[in-house]
């Protein structure tokens, strides 16, 4: 079973960066795609980067040009670095893929961008 897991959120100011990390217990970044969603109170979950297999990215309109989505196979890791940080980027941040039609889901992070 796969289990991903991530780190990295917390409270930052508007402008300011973060890192987040997401850890899969085994190699499968390297074969499958992955991808990077938030969810903010109130909103419905929402996708906010890909990355293949390969490292072809994707982002959604609001975060292009300020995110940036990458992955070290050999550590099993995915990153999003987000910089220049707005308040509506606030919400839980959660990494996922799907291997043999399941879904997985790591537990979230949380990001706050707020003065």
């Known amino acids: 079973q796969v289990q991903l897991v991530e780190s990295g959120g917390g409270l930052v100011q508007p402008g300011g960066s973060l890192r987040l990390s997401c850890a899969a217990s085994?190699?499968?970044?390297?074969?499958?795609?992955m991808g990077w969603y938030r969810q903010a109170p109130g909103k419905q979950r929402e996708l906010v980067a890909t990355i293949s297999r390969f490292g072809t990215t994707t982002y959604t309109d609001s975060v292009k040009g300020r995110f940036t989505v990458s992955k070290d196979n050999a550590k099993n890791t995915v990153y999003l670095q987000m910089n220049s940080l707005k308040p509506e980027d606030t919400a839980l941040y959660y990494c996922?893929?799907?291997?043999?039609?399941?879904?997985?889901w790591g537990q979230g992070t949380q990001v706050t961008v707020s003065s």
């Open positions: 996922n893929t799907a291997i043999g039609g399941i879904g997985y």
């Open positions: 085994g190699s499968i970044f390297s074969l499958y795609a």
